[in-house]
């Protein structure tokens, strides 16, 4: 994986190692003025640390509290761009109101990137999920409500709503309302 720091710098010695002249995987920026991560990855450790509590409270309501922090150098694979984040919420089922197959849930998270990783991403460079070439770092908050409808014994119907403020971890953009639904059916 490539490190936020040796692909500024290997940009700022060379400005030929950009984000289109790179010889391996990039994530597909045309921006010949930017740095790319392709230039800096090499064997490199990623340090963090994570923690997940959960707690029932009643026979139907439980609680959850997750955080997690990464030393924030290298870039970052899987789900988010995020380094550091911490999430907590409630989950109701409906036994509450007679309805003992529904849920309802809310839960609230905050993430932030480093300041390395915000430097690359304001020179331009962009990672596996973000980056337009400039940002405003900014923590991203997100406030998420579902509820999940059981139709039949094995489908179930979710509405989902989040509002998220400063999207891709930038205090120039959002906020954003996302509203979705899903389908789950078991067979």
């Given at each position: 994986m490539g490190k936020f720091n040796d692909a500024i710098a290997a940009f700022q010695s060379d400005p030929n190692r950009n984000a289109t002249t790179c010889t391996g995987f990039n994530y597909g920026s045309g921006n010949a003025g930017a740095p790319d991560l392709c230039w800096g990855r090499k064997p490199n450790n990623k340090m963090g640390i994570g923690?997940?509590?959960?707690?029932?409270?009643?026979?139907?309501i439980g609680l959850f509290f997750r955080g997690m922090y990464s030393d924030g150098k290298t870039e970052v694979y899987t789900y988010t761009s995020t380094d550091r984040s911490i999430s907590l919420g409630a989950l109701a089922r409906g036994t509450r109101w007679g309805r003992r197959r529904d849920s309802l849930g809310i839960g609230f998270a905050a993430g932030w990137i480093s300041s390395e990783h915000a430097r690359y991403l304001g020179m331009g460079g962009i990672d596996g999920f973000i980056g337009d070439g400039r940002i405003r770092r900014g923590p991203e908050h997100v406030v998420d409500i579902f509820y999940s409808l059981s139709l039949l014994s094995s489908v179930?119907?979710?509405?989902?709503?989040?509002?998220?403020?400063?999207?891709?971890?930038n205090a120039d953009r959002g906020p954003v309302n996302v509203f979705g639904m899903r389908v789950h059916a078991e067979f």
């Amino acid at each position: 994986m490539g490190k936020f720091n040796d692909a500024i710098a290997a940009f700022q010695s060379d400005p030929n190692r950009n984000a289109t002249t790179c010889t391996g995987f990039n994530y597909g920026s045309g921006n010949a003025g930017a740095p790319d991560l392709c230039w800096g990855r090499k064997p490199n450790n990623k340090m963090g640390i994570g923690i997940n509590l959960e707690q029932q409270v009643l026979g139907d309501i439980g609680l959850f509290f997750r955080g997690m922090y990464s030393d924030g150098k290298t870039e970052v694979y899987t789900y988010t761009s995020t380094d550091r984040s911490i999430s907590l919420g409630a989950l109701a089922r409906g036994t509450r109101w007679g309805r003992r197959r529904d849920s309802l849930g809310i839960g609230f998270a905050a993430g932030w990137i480093s300041s390395e990783h915000a430097r690359y991403l304001g020179m331009g460079g962009i990672d596996g999920f973000i980056g337009d070439g400039r940002i405003r770092r900014g923590p991203e908050h997100v406030v998420d409500i579902f509820y999940s409808l059981s139709l039949l014994s094995s489908v179930w119907v979710t509405a989902d709503y989040q509002h998220i403020t400063n999207p891709g971890f930038n205090a120039d953009r959002g906020p954003v309302n996302v509203f979705g639904m899903r389908v789950h059916a078991e067979f």
